[in-house]
Each structure stands twice: as C-alpha cells, then as structure tokens.
C-alpha cells in the first residue's frame, strides 16, 4: 500500500491510492466531484495540465534507452526527472493538501532516490506513475477548496508559507 487516507474532509470511500486499473482509467474528476470547480479552479487546473502537456510532448517517443541515458555529468536522465515530477505531484497534492500518507523512494542515505531509475524499471512504467498521480492531483483539485489550509505541514516550513491550498497550486 503506498498510501494511506486520514479521511479528513474528504468524502471518498477510499483512499486514491487503492483504486483499480480500471478506476484509475476513469475520469477522477468528475468521479469524486464533489462540489462545482470555480473559475480560479479551473484556470489553474487548466495551467497545470499545459505544464504536464508539455512534459509528455517533450518524451514522446523516446526509447527506454535514451530516456534512461545520462545527460548531464551529475547522472541526470530524462526518466528521472518524469519520475521526480511524479513523486512531486504525490507529495504536494496527495501528502500535503489532502493529508494522506505516502511512501517515497527517498532515504536519509539517499535524499535524492526519486531522481534514480533502476535498470529493470521502464520507461513506460515511469510515464504510467506520472499519469497516475496526476490523475490523482486532479481529483484532490476537483475537491478540495483553494483557500483550504493543507491538512500537513513541514516542521521546517515559516508559518507564511504555504498558509492554503492556492498557494500550493500556485
């Protein structure tokens, strides 16, 4: 189970992360749409999908050795940073604004685990997390109000900083 739901202010029979294949491929937006998306809603969640848009636009086509295949000197990969924006969507929208509980490939030992591909993951598999998540980031736009305090916040974080969930999308 990669995550488990404090169920607080959410009126889901589930927690997102147990849903099947076949829930996943729906529409979670309207599924758990709860409440009308206001127009500031909507605008950003339309601003969030062109970013991702151009993410996959970007990939399209390339093969699991060119995506996994270091660019820079640090070791850095195309796959890496797909699986990172993935572990970034999980964190902020799933973790933060709608307080479940997830797990992360990151260590103390190894801060940075997100950004590594091991050599039996695929590139495909990658791209499929990243949907995934995003499927997930939108259901927690679709219900949850922008000016909602997060439901969990970082010891280290001021106490200005991220004060709802607008500022989180923003």
């Known amino acids: 189970n990669a995550c488990s739901s404090s169920n607080a ?3 889901r029979a589930r927690p ?3 849903l099947t294949q076949a829930e996943r491929d729906t529409d979670l937006c309207s599924r758990w749409h709860t409440r009308l998306m206001d127009a500031e809603t909507v605008a950003l969640g339309r601003f969030l999908d062109a970013q991702r848009t151009n993410v996959f636009e970007i990939v399209l086509g390339l093969s699991d050795e060119a995506a996994k295949r270091p660019v820079l000197p640090s ?4 796959a890496g ?4 924006l993935a572990y970034v969507e999980r964190y902020w929208f799933r973790d933060i604004v709608a307080g479940e509980t997830c797990d992360y490939p990151w260590t ?3 801060p ?5 591909i091991a050599s039996d993951v695929s590139f495909d598999s990658v791209l499929a997390l990243y ?18 305090r997060p ?8 106490p200005e900083w991220a004060p709802d969930f607008r500022s989180v999308v923003l």
Request: proline share 0%; charged share 40%; hydrophobic share 40%.
């Open 9 to 11: 202010g959410r009126d």
């Open 16 to 18: 997102l992360c147990l």
């Open 75 to 78: 070791g850095w990969t195309i």
């Open 81 to 84: 940073l797909v699986q990172h």
């Open 108 to 110: 103390k030992d190894d």
């Open 112 to 116: 940075d685990a997100d950004w590594h």
């Open 131 to 148: 949907r995934t998540e995003i499927a997930r980031s939108k259901a927690v736009l679709a219900t949850v109000a922008l000016d909602t």
């Open 151 to 158: 439901a969990r916040r970082e010891e280290r974080w001021e």
